[in-house]
């Protein structure tokens, strides 16, 4: 059994290869890079949003730029836990999601 993976894996390591892919580096360079200085950029989405992070906290790009995940601003404990961080930045009403 692990010759035959060793041996799937052998033949289709080129089809899946994905360690040259930088479509989501590149979306998320973009992004940043096109925003104001000190902008508040508000994103939706796993793979965008921890690209950004990652782009800010680990290569330290932009990190003038504010993100504000737009997903998780409908829980409370997001507008609590993250208003202190994100001085300007107004949580408008008190709706919020059903179930946090």
């Known amino acids: 059994a692990v010759g035959l993976v060793a041996l799937q894996a052998g033949l289709h390591y080129a089809v899946s290869d994905q360690s040259e892919n930088f479509i989501f580096e590149r979306y998320a360079r973009s992004m940043l890079t096109s925003m104001p200085a000190n902008a508040t950029l508000l994103s939706k989405g796993d793979n965008i949003v921890n690209t950004i992070r990652y782009l800010q906290r680990c290569e330290h790009f932009r990190e003038d730029v504010r993100l504000v995940e737009q997903s ?12 202190p961080h994100l001085p300007g930045v107004v949580f408008p009403g008190t709706y919020r999601a059903m179930f946090n």
Request: proline share 0%.
């Open 72 to 83: 998780m601003m409908t829980y409370t404990w997001f507008s609590e836990m993250h208003a």
